[in-house]
Every structure is written in structure tokens, then in C-alpha cells.
């Protein structure tokens, strides 16, 4: 008996990535789970681009903070009696207990451990016995301080000293945003979700990146919220937009009114280089979707809904309800198939699907996407 093998298929690990999306395939398999390409993101990716805090009424007065991990790295943003936003490592200078959990309001920063105090500036304000220590000099002890930037009224840190601001590598994003949201700056924080997913952070992000899959996987989405043939990608250098029009309320999933900004009715997303998006559906409302990488094969999805008034209104808890009993939830059975799937022996890197339109129906996100991401690993 003779035993033909398959020909005309990649290995599940042969890298066949193209810088030109009509040639390329996705990712190996492996990007999606090896535990030394997690690590290597950690430094390559996590530790050098602009990673979301929250928003920047969290931090109002002085002595308000927020504590928050990127990775291993805990992080405090805490605004000082100057007034002035300063961002430190969360950790004491005398044995490395952390400092701050959470979020909250302080007038000192004093460790749990041995009492050593800190201003809201960062500068070590007393050591117990210190006086009897020689040489001690208690400048030299200061809290080490993290690059921070306010983007959109939002907060960002970023651990890399020699890195460029946020605002000079978007271009164009705050006004573009701001045009689709004119009361960005009036915004407060109405509901926040998170969901736990079994997938690695990339496969949630390329989820995000095209809406090839939305006409399949997301069908009352596709039919009551979007007008597909009107879909559009716009490519950037570190972000990219999905633009489309918005079924009309009378025919939609949702009651909103057409009349609240210039752009109600559009549904626009912005993606934000490494793990942000920020979406508007049609009506007046604003969502950050913030993937948060805990190990190779899990994330924590946070979606935070940004309204005029702390307590939505019936139309905005409409829009929180329907998304989460339709699109999010769907994402996360769709996500977790495509990991399991990953894993399989029958997968080869698939080709990817381009259109030079750049409709509903490409997939140029997912490629602008993995570029960064090899661009970020062979630096």
C-alpha cells in the first residue's frame, strides 16, 4: 500500500509574512502561544509604547492616584500639590514593597514596610533612623519617575525614557476624534466591563482589526447598526480607522438621537498601537477597549463606556446592553475558538484577505497590525 502526502501547504510554523498585505499570510501558530515570544513582547512591545491608564478625572485634585500593572511593572499616576501629573514606578527605594494598590486619594506615600515616606512629588520625606545611618542623603531615594502623557483626556505611561509622545506619533487622531466627539472633554466614566478570554492578547486585537467576520459572526450587528457597503480602513503609522454609516435609529438595534453630534450617525473605531481601541457608536457615547496581556493563552478584556453624566440614560444603557449581549459576547466564543484552533496540527498560516478599497471584507488592519508586531520583535 502506498501512502500519498499532502502537497502545497506551509509547515504551522513556516513564516510566510509579507510587507505587502496582498502576499502576505498571517502570523506563525506560535506567535499565538510560546511562552518566549510572550516574554519577548513584554520588553519589545509592553515596555516601550504608550499603554493606557484610564481616564484623567481619576486624578483631578492633588493627591489623587491610580495604581496600575503593565506586565510585571506597577506603575502610580498620582497628581502632586503643584498640580503637576507625575507617573513612578510603585515601588519603595529602601527593600522594593510596593506602595499604592488601586486607586484613591493620599498625602504622603508611605510604605506598608518600614514607614519610609514619600510626597506626593516623589521625594523621600523620612526614613526611621535614617539619622543614624552615615552618608545617608535622602535625595538620592526619590521615587523613579515614568514618562506620562494626557491624550484625549485620557492618561498613558510609557517606560521607555527616550520615547517620542503619543500625540507627535498619531498625527492627526486627537482632531479626527475630537470631530466625532465634541464633548470628549465632558466625558466621565459610566460603566466599565471586564471580560476574562482564554486567547492571546494578538488574536483579540486581529478580531478587533477587520470586520471580514462581522456579516458571519455578528449578523444583527451587521444588519442593525452598520451599513456595511459603506465600510472603510484608513491606515496610519500607529493607528488605524474603521469608518462606516449607521442604519438609521427607526431601523437599528437601538434608539439614539441622529441630531447629538455631527457624526451620530457613523460608527467609527480607532486602533491604537499596541492593545487600545477607541470606538463611537451611533448616538452620543465613547468606549475604550483595553486588552490586558496576563499570560500566553489569557487576557482581560476592559471596555469602559464614557457618557455626559455618570449614570447612563435609557438610550446609552441600551447601547452597553446590546453590544454586550451581541458583539462582545460573540467576540469572546470567537476568540477562544480561533486559540484552541491554533493548536491544531491540521492549521497552516492562512492567506490573508485584502481588497484595495479597503472595504468591510479586508483584512489590511490584521496586516497593519502583525507588522508592528514584527517590526517590534526584530528591533
Not at 71 to 79: G, L
Request: proline share 6%; aromatic share 12%; with cysteine.
Amino acid at each position: 500500500m502506498s501512502i500519498t502526502a499532502p502537497t502545497g501547504r506551509c509547515a504551522p510554523d513556516e513564516d510566510r509574512f509579507h510587507t505587502d498585505p496582498e502576499q502576505s499570510y498571517t502570523l506563525p501558530a506560535h506567535y499565538y502561544y510560546d511562552r518566549e515570544i510572550f516574554e519577548r513582547e513584554k520588553e519589545a512591545v509592553f515596555f516601550r509604547t504608550w499603554q493606557y491608564v484610564g481616564h484623567a478625572e481619576q486624578v483631578a485634585t492633588p493627591g489623587d492616584y491610580v495604581a496600575r500593572d503593565i506586565h510585571d511593572q506597577s506603575i502610580i499616576v498620582i497628581r502632586g500639590d503643584d498640580g503637576i501629573l507625575r507617573a513612578f514606578y510603585n515601588v519603595c527605594s529602601h527593600r522594593a514593597h510596593q506602595l499604592l494598590s488601586g486607586s484613591g486619594h493620599t498625602k504622603r506615600i508611605t510604605c506598608p514596610y518600614h514607614a519610609w515616606s514619600y510626597d506626593i512629588e516623589g521625594r523621600l520625606r523620612y526614613a526611621r533612623n535614617s539619622e543614624h545611618v552615615k552618608g545617608f542623603q535622602p535625595e538620592k531615594y526619590c521615587l523613579k519617575q515614568v514618562k506620562i502623557e494626557v491624550f484625549l483626556n485620557f492618561l498613558f505611561v510609557n517606560l521607555d525614557p527616550d520615547a517620542p509622545t503619543l500625540k507627535s506619533q498619531t498625527g492627526g487622531l486627537e482632531e479626527e476624534l475630537r470631530s466625532f466627539s465634541p464633548q470628549l472633554d465632558g466625558l466621565t466614566l459610566a460603566h466599565r466591563r471586564a471580560y476574562d478570554i482564554k486567547a492571546n492578547w494578538k488574536n483579540l486585537i486581529e478580531n478587533y482589526c477587520e470586520c471580514y467576520h462581522c456579516p458571519v459572526s455578528h449578523p444583527d450587528f451587521a444588519a442593525k447598526v452598520v451599513q456595511m457597503d459603506s465600510y472603510r480602513i484608513t491606515l496610519h503609522d500607529i493607528h488605524h480607522s474603521h469608518r462606516s454609516r449607521a442604519k438609521p435609529p427607526e431601523r437599528g438595534a437601538y434608539d439614539f438621537d441622529p441630531a447629538a453630534s455631527n457624526h451620530a450617525q457613523e460608527f467609527s473605531g480607532w486602533y491604537l498601537w499596541p492593545n487600545l481601541a477607541i470606538e463611537v457608536y451611533p448616538g452620543r457615547n465613547l468606549n475604550v477597549f483595553h486588552i490586558v496581556p496576563v499570560e500566553p493563552e489569557r487576557s482581560i478584556q476592559y471596555i469602559e463606556w464614557y457618557f455626559a453624566d455618570p449614570t447612563p440614560t435609557e438610550e446609552e444603557s441600551a447601547v452597553i446592553k446590546y453590544l454586550h449581549e451581541t458583539v462582545r459576547t460573540e467576540d469572546v466564543a470567537l476568540c477562544e475558538s480561533v486559540q484552541r484552533g491554533l493548536h491544531s496540527r491540521g492549521y497552516q498560516p492562512g492567506r490573508l484577505i485584502v481588497d484595495p478599497a479597503r472595504t468591510d471584507a479586508s483584512e489590511h488592519g490584521v496586516h497593519h497590525f502583525q507588522s508592528l508586531v514584527r517590526q517590534a520583535l526584530q528591533n
